[in-house]
Nanobody, 122 residues
């Protein structure tokens, strides 16, 4: 399975962004999809996941929406009311395993994209 993110860029604080993650190869193997992010000098952190139901990090809860279009083998992450602290490289991830409880852990995932930069200016 190959994952390719798109949709990153430079956005002003308060704006919105929608990231896309297109899967190819054997996307039918994917049962859990997630988004993580890594800011400079910080560890990679969980943002959101979808495995039938959804889960969000507290830092984006109420501002982010993760969704999946199975016909297009694409997962989306919409973040509204962007803040400068949302600046990071955003990574898409996919797992064959199910279970939203495990989705917050990066080691759950089998496949990763290369990341897309999101920069929020104040």
């Amino acid at each position: 399975v190959q994952l390719v993110e798109s949709g990153g860029g430079l956005v002003q604080a308060g704006g919105s962004l929608r990231l896309s993650c297109a899967a190819s190869g054997r996307p039918f193997k994917i049962n859990t999809s997630g988004w993580f992010r890594q800011a400079p000098g910080k560890e990679r952190e969980f943002v959101a996941a979808i495995a039938g139901i959804t889960s969000y990090a507290d830092s984006v809860k109420g501002r982010a929406t993760i969704s999946r279009d199975n016909a297009k083998n694409t997962v989306y992450l919409q973040i509204d009311s962007l803040k400068p602290e949302d600046t990071a490289v955003y990574y898409c991830a996919a797992a064959q395993s199910r279970g939203i409880g495990r989705a917050v852990r990066s080691m759950t995932y089998d496949y990763w994209g290369q990341g897309t930069q999101v920069t929020v200016s104040s």
